[in-house]
């Protein structure tokens, strides 16, 4: 789960990390007035406007602009509020800036990049260091991968004052630099622990003209899975217009669901059905347009939402329902189908392979539905047709 750049500031300021000061602003006023109250609050005229998306590359796309006064602060604010930003991370279609961040200018000495990550490897926290901070660092990685520095934290021993030395020294730090970045990477392993983190990223770690870091941007991912022991916080801090309307609408209905870019629409029981349905369309020449697991305990009702789901995506050029009926039954299925097929229409093919446990229940209701149905006796058999009936690639 994903939050935004002030959300996460906010925790760095619960743990101690230093951070400059800001106030997240809901609109264009409330930017002009945060940008008011920093500038009598510092005595520093210079203010920096953040656009609040749940993506990176924001600088580059025209959504961070350090600006001079209250009066600029609210033209930047106007600039990019509503706007759609397409950045690296958004995809084409880009993000609409709904919220937006209003900070504090700094002074920059030097910029670095700082990461912790879960391995699941070698079971610690994966910490990853460069003095090549601020830009891509997806090319420094691929170009300059002697520019990354690592450490791996074992939970046991915490941060090992060795581990500090070797990543200041490859960002180049002095004693008092190093020092900073030692409290600062115990502060953020704490944080990333305590809050069941899978990525906290600060790109850039800056290091102020007073010599110590600070974290300039801050990213935090938590792992979904430890949503139970932070259930009531991260319910709040959840940006629902940033999550994939489909996305949460099935999460809700119990379905694991993500959307892709293909057309071949999936309806399967068992993320492991899923997964190979997915690579049997690719492998006869088509693209799946999402993966869908319906699970072992679906009801009617989350199968009817599922297929509408499926249904409403204009991209959707042809469906596939591919089901081995185990706990559960080809007729639930077979009647989620119809139920939705009768509210929505079905306009695109439908290609149909039912197995397993009421297997025949499950065909006679479909035959019996008056739709355009294309049975198919095997998955390989099903994606073939469907990928030929859905127009190819
Ligand atoms: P991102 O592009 O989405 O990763 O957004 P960042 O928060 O990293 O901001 C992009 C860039 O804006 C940073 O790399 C900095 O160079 C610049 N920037 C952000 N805040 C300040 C600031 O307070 N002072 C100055 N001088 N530059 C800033
Ligand atoms: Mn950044």
Redesign the pocket.
């Known amino acids: 789960m994903n939050i935004h750049e002030y959300q996460a500031k906010e925790l760095y300021k619960k743990y101690g990390i230093p951070i400059?000061k800001g106030i997240p602003a809901m609109n264009v006023d409330e930017a002009a007035k945060a940008a008011e109250t920093l500038i009598a609050e510092t005595g520093s005229e210079v203010v920096?406007v953040?656009a609040q998306i749940h993506a990176?590359?924001?600088?580059?796309a025209g959504g961070?602009k350090?600006v001079k006064g209250t009066a600029a602060a609210r033209e930047a604010a106007q600039d990019i509020y509503g706007k759609t930003l397409v950045t690296h991370q958004t995809g084409p279609e880009g993000k609409v800036v709904q919220r937006l961040f209003v900070?504090q200018?700094?002074a920059?000495e030097k910029?670095f990049y700082l990461a912790l990550a879960i391995d699941r490897e070698t079971r610690t926290i994966a910490v990853m260091a460069s003095p090549e901070g601020?830009v891509n660092i997806e090319e420094v990685a691929e170009e300059h991968p002697e520019k990354i520095f690592k450490a791996y934290i074992d939970l046991a021993t915490g941060v090992m004052p060795y581990q500090i030395r070797h990543l200041a020294y490859g960002l180049g730090l002095d004693k008092k630099g190093t020092k900073s970045f030692g409290r600062m990477l115990r502060k953020l392993t704490d944080l990333f622990v305590k809050e069941d983190c899978s990525i906290a990223e600060i790109?850039?770690l800056i290091l102020t003209g007073e010599g110590e870091v600070m974290a300039?941007?801050a990213k935090v991912n938590f792992d979904s899975n430890a949503h139970f022991r932070h259930a009531e916080m991260w319910d709040a801090l959840e940006d629902k217009s940033e999550v994939a309307a489909t996305e949460s609408e099935a999460q809700a209905a119990g379905l694991s669901y993500i959307q892709l870019d293909g057309n071949i629409g999936c309806l399967v029981n068992g993320a492991g059905l899923a997964m190979s349905t997915m690579d049997t369309i690719q492998y006869y020449g088509g693209q799946p347009a999402n993966f869908l697991d319906v699970g072992g305990g679906a009801t009617q009702e989350s199968v009817t939402t599922a297929f509408k789901i499926i249904l409403r995506s204009d991209s959707v050029k042809g469906i596939f329902v591919n089901i081995f009926g185990g706990i559960m039954k080809c007729d639930i299925i077979a009647n989620g189908v119809v139920a939705a097929t009768k509210e929505l229409g079905l306009k695109v093919p439908l290609v149909v392979r039912l197995a397993g446990t009421n297997v025949e229940k499950g065909k006679e209701i479909l035959a019996n539905s008056g739709l355009n149905i294309t049975p198919a006796d095997t998955m390989a058999d099903g994606a073939q047709l469907i990928v030929k009936l859905a127009g190819g690639k």
């Open positions: 400059p920096v953040k990176g590359g924001r600088g580059k961070v350090v900070e200018g700094v920059i910029e601020g790109n850039p300039l941007d």
